[in-house]
T-cell receptor, first 116, second 112 residues
């Protein structure tokens, strides 16, 4: 079974709709991240969380919100979807006990979101 | 942040070794060199990392230049499954838990 899962894997929605992407992990990691990837570009950080009570904005948080329901669950919401939010979305986790500079991030399979 | 430079693309034949270069001339003494790869339609996956010494694991080897201004990811016997985008990323010791900064990486094609 995959350690980091994302649902849904694909989603088509319309402009103005609210949509939630979910991420679950069985790795027992405290740190979780949401990235988006646009064609031909690298991944950009949207939000991250170091534990259940800690939420931080990333590089491109406008138009997004997150919820850390438990150590294992981190959800990303688009309050009112717009076409330029069409992208691949990835969730990732990491273990702070791995040590500074060496922490590995483990990624989910991604959600392909299309906003019409 | 220190930057990395990688070739846009490389080609290899199956079962041959592949050497993927990365230049990081402005690397600082506390920067670790990480490699990730992204297979088609999948999320990135960790490959290997190192600080100063060469490193080996089951996936690949990492050769780091003595001056640390460049490194090379070595796939000893490429398979079709190794076709992916490979990213060389620098991580400072004070960046634990922060975002990975992905550049455009090197797209590796493997032919049978």
């Amino acid at each position: 079974d995959a350690d980091v899962t994302q649902t849904p894997r694909n989603r088509i929605t319309k402009t103005g709709k609210r949509i939630m992407l979910e991420c679950s992990q069985t790795k027992g990691h405290d740190r979780m991240y949401w990235y988006r990837q646009d064609p031909g570009l690298g991944l950009r950080l949207i939000y991250y969380s170091f534990d259940v009570k800690d939420i931080n904005k990333g590089e491109i948080s406008d138009g997004y919100s997150v919820s850390r329901q438990a150590q294992a669950k981190f959800s990303l919401s688009l309050e009112s979807a717009i076409p330029n939010q069409t992208a691949l979305y990835f969730c990732a986790t990491s273990d702070p006990l791995q040590g500074a500079g060496t922490d590995t991030q483990y990624f989910g399979p991604g959600t392909r979101l299309t906003v019409l | 942040d220190a930057k990395t430079t990688q070739p846009n693309s490389m080609e290899s034949n199956e079962e041959e070794p592949v050497h993927l270069p990365c230049n990081h001339s402005t690397i600082s003494g506390t920067d670790y060199i990480h490699w990730y790869r992204q297979l088609p339609s999948q999320g990135p996956e960790y490959v290997i990392h190192g600080l100063t010494s060469n490193v080996n694991n089951r996936m690949a080897s990492l050769a780091i230049a003595e001056d640390r201004k460049s490194s090379t990811l070595i796939l000893h016997r490429a398979t079709l499954r190794d076709a992916a985008v490979y990213y060389c990323i620098l991580r400072a010791t004070n960046q634990a838990g922060t975002a990975l900064i992905f550049g455009k990486g090197t797209t590796l094609s493997v032919s049978s």
